[in-house]
């Protein structure tokens, strides 16, 4: 595990914790403090250095949630040490690297996940099903709501994440991808606060992704799809309870905090898949083609935008 | 229009401004200078005394939303004036009397209606419909939740507008009646807040009907009946609207404070009907039968309680 | 009454029988069976011909209600002969005739009131009152969902209503404004069965607004402002009921079958706005400037998508 | 692993998959072939004794999910081989084998843990925390609605695993006594397909519960608590997903067939927390004594409604 941000210390509890076909052999960050204090409250060794789990025999993959810029070169180490590797997204900040890392996976034949972790959300999963069953006809319209309470990286360092596109409409660019299919065109707006993209589908269908950085009530994640036969709405906006409050003020419900609290089920379905396909030999569901079809599209939005 | 306190301003007012088959003729109110403040906002007469209006041969029909007490004795008067009765529930706080006036409307042949606002509500007709399109098949429970956010009439007077089950659960025994047929059984339960009253349909259903006098938070009028085909359910608690204001607090959604901000529409819509049935001649929907029959589950709820 | 279509017809009806401050005194339909029909049904006089009406002394007002390339032409007809006007939208398909229109009315010192019925509905209301109270605090992204179930006049005639954005979208840039604006820029993008319209208003913020001629569900009318303090929605999506049906096949609510169903008591509300200024001499809420207003961002999206 | 009916089969599959802190030891049911596939499938021994999987020293733990009439039997036996237990609902069918079962562990000084996984929903349990940071004031009100689509046992036999009140009504009585407090009487209806139980809480409050075992439509585990400062609601009926499928008869939803999709992380959860209490040594939230409580309850109820 390296990288223990907010997503690595996720994953790395899920791997400690709830995925009894893994063992955790190793978390790693550059704050060796971090990391021994990680290492010490999963029962796994640690270290400062993601070459010394490298070098490592019994270490069979890597999972990485380190800072974006670092992603591909990092990828590309681990695959050059024979290990499997899950990458959180992006893969890459530009195509070449992407494109590298995931030709790399290919020729050393191991396995490489990116963190798109929508897709194994139990709501998308269930519409990319319904889809798939034919059953809302041709999809006209494809609309998605996707903002977060505050920004997850601030400060004068949060560009080297990428844009907002990169760092953000990435996600809702891989779901456009998976739920209508190849895009043609990118057009896309931004301003301060917010980032509109408007993709124009092959298929003739049109789809809007409004995004929000600092939408300060809670994490949205909403969709919709308008078929010719049916319409599917992922929605519920951001509640995260079945539980009302009700008082003359009016009913309040609680909202997810943030991606973590709204996904946190599928983080750990994403893993467990890496795990099974690591054991199998199966291809990941969502690979080095995936993350670097959606990188495309952001940086068209970005390019766009400017 | 005799009474002008809330539910009598409201029918006073729908019958002057939305009305327009019917003209406000006299308003009445024992206090003076409320009937002349009210007959100066709607441009009609006023009196402070009932008798004025039933001598006025122009007057074809009264409206009564006096206190609950009162009802019985100013129908018959009406009635034996030739008037046709619109009587806010109750119409008695006793069964014979109630029969009594029933029988004197009948046979004077005017219309007599009493005020059961929920049989107009758009929800409560639509359940209705369903049901008697046979669509729940047979109905196994019927779960009525009727509260208000605080009494509508307090203090030491509070009980001569009956008990509770009078007052207040009257309306849910004319909606049990209405939607799951006759009754065979009562029992209820009463603390210093609630009550609970539980029916035994002559169809071997169960019922069970919850009231809150002091809910705190907004009027409730929600409703669930468990078919063997199908099970309906009127929700959506007291919400009064489809904004919601997000905030890191929560979803808010405002709540119907009363009982006239919830069912607005169906005040009027009784009102209407009344005018109608007065200009036809037909029978209304809800006269003193079904009044009478609710409350005598009522009565009985209130002796099983004590 | 001129235009007996299924707004006129709404309008119509709510003039006889639901706005007790208003005498019906002629409805008007190129189709001579249609007004007699209509007339008949609600006790009116009718003609085939709009300047019967005109040239009716008793007539003070009249309801605009015609195909919309006709709009224009017939204020100015009726404003020259004095008399009052409320117009369905569009006021008029380019801007120079709604300029003309606006600034007749203005002259003759008549009132002038165009049909954006969702200014007055409850929940847009509310909406509006919360955003003029600052409650939100700065608009940083408005979202606009509007659908019909299928379209409202079709076959090869339906382009002489205009484009989709002069026919339908034109609410939405109304809303817009009303909501969060003046607007600086237009983009627009348009399928065979759906159009997108990003705009920037003056204050920075992006709005997207997405319609659908033939969605197939339902009447889709939601919204959303996301604001730095809170964040406003309108949902229930196309919902019209509170009640549920409960099956193994799931819980299934009614949704609006067209503009109709939806805004029902907006309609009303907006005519009984109209009777008021009339009365009262006030200027309406949505006139002219306003109609205008929208027609340019229509008509700026509609060259855009081209 | 005894027991392996629908809900053992669960547990052994999160025994043998989900919770690394254990590992599972032999799966037993009468039926021998049954628990050969079951032990093929996870891994695991197996037998049709309970007896040889008592004698085993390697076991720890044994989680107990036969039918109902075997299991205070069987705790007393596991208890006295020394082994922790986890004992499926009811712990007995009368009250005395429940306290004879509770205190034989208490001696032995084993872990006895009872299958309420209700208290391990996330929603109860953001009820209970909202109780206990007192925000609702004074409960006035209790209300829980708990249906069936099927009956989980049906045929002949199903009597033997206790009347609805035991089976079914008991989760709700262990809710109610956890909400709101120690209960002063009991008063229950029965009907061919439904229960309602009464209670009245040593504080005053009322509470109703309503049960029905063939409800047709899902999975309902709904509870209200009016409160004088605010009223809580766990709600969205049976919804098992965000997911709405919109077409024109309506918006649609899914909704949970059975407890076990409705509540699958809470009984993974009442697992997870047995586990850690076997390590740690320390009581679980839900025993012997909780069992007792409910059952007691049930049985009143069960002669009430005779």
């Given at each position: 595990?390296?990288?223990?941000?907010?997503?690595?210390?996720?994953?790395?509890?899920?791997?400690?914790?709830?995925?009894?076909?893994?063992?955790?052999?190793?978390?790693?960050?550059?704050d060796r403090a971090l990391a021994e204090a990680i290492g010490s409250e999963l029962g796994s060794p640690f270290s400062a250095f993601f070459e010394t789990a490298l070098e490592d025999a019994r270490v069979?993959?890597?999972v990485i949630a380190t800072p974006s810029p670092l992603h591909a070169e990092m990828v590309g180490q681990a695959v050059r040490a024979g290990k499997h590797v899950f990458c959180e997204k992006p893969l890459s900040l530009d195509v070449a690297s992407g494109?590298?890392?995931?030709?790399?996976?290919d020729a050393a034949g191991v396995i490489l996940q990116v963190g798109f972790q929508r897709r194994f959300d139990a709501?998308?999963?269930?519409?990319?099903?319904?889809?798939?069953?034919?059953?809302?006809?041709?999809?006209?319209?494809?609309?998605?709501?996707?903002?977060?309470?505050?920004?997850p990286h601030d400060g004068p360092l949060e560009r080297r994440f990428g844009s907002p596109f990169v760092d953000m409409t990435i996600h809702d660019f891989d779901t456009a991808l998976w739920l209508a299919g190849p895009v043609a065109e990118v057009s896309a707006f931004a301003s301060a606060d917010s980032t509109l993209a408007v993709v124009r589908f092959e298929s003739g269908a049109l789809g809007v992704i409004d995004n929000?950085?600092?939408?300060?009530?809670?994490?949205?994640?909403?969709?919709?799809?308008?078929?010719?036969?049916?319409?599917?709405?992922i929605g519920d906006g951001a509640r995260a309870s079945r539980v009302e409050r009700l008082t003359a003020a009016g009913a309040l419900t609680r909202l997810a905090a943030d991606y973590i609290e709204r996904h946190r089920a599928a983080y750990l379905e994403e893993l467990r898949h890496f795990v099974a396909c690591v054991h199998s030999g199966t291809a990941p569901a969502?690979?080095?083609?995936?993350?670097?079809?959606?990188?495309?599209?952001?940086?068209?939005?970005?390019?766009?935008?400017?």
């Amino acid at each position: 595990m390296a990288g223990l941000g907010a997503i690595g210390l996720l994953h790395a509890r899920h791997l400690a914790r709830q995925l009894c076909g893994a063992r955790l052999a190793c978390v790693v960050d550059q704050d060796r403090a971090l990391a021994e204090a990680i290492g010490s409250e999963l029962g796994s060794p640690f270290s400062a250095f993601f070459e010394t789990a490298l070098e490592d025999a019994r270490v069979t993959a890597v999972v990485i949630a380190t800072p974006s810029p670092l992603h591909a070169e990092m990828v590309g180490q681990a695959v050059r040490a024979g290990k499997h590797v899950f990458c959180e997204k992006p893969l890459s900040l530009d195509v070449a690297s992407g494109e590298r890392a995931a030709a790399l996976a290919d020729a050393a034949g191991v396995i490489l996940q990116v963190g798109f972790q929508r897709r194994f959300d139990a709501d998308f999963v269930e519409a990319r099903r319904l889809i798939g069953a034919d059953e809302l006809g041709a999809v006209l319209l494809l609309r998605i709501s996707h903002r977060n309470r505050i920004p997850p990286h601030d400060g004068p360092l949060e560009r080297r994440f990428g844009s907002p596109f990169v760092d953000m409409t990435i996600h809702d660019f891989d779901t456009a991808l998976w739920l209508a299919g190849p895009v043609a065109e990118v057009s896309a707006f931004a301003s301060a606060d917010s980032t509109l993209a408007v993709v124009r589908f092959e298929s003739g269908a049109l789809g809007v992704i409004d995004n929000t950085r600092r939408a300060g009530y809670g994490f949205e994640c909403a969709a919709e799809l308008v078929g010719s036969r049916l319409t599917l709405r992922i929605g519920d906006g951001a509640r995260a309870s079945r539980v009302e409050r009700l008082t003359a003020a009016g009913a309040l419900t609680r909202l997810a905090a943030d991606y973590i609290e709204r996904h946190r089920a599928a983080y750990l379905e994403e893993l467990r898949h890496f795990v099974a396909c690591v054991h199998s030999g199966t291809a990941p569901a969502v690979g080095g083609a995936e993350a670097n079809a959606a990188l495309a599209l952001a940086l068209t939005a970005e390019r766009c935008a400017a």
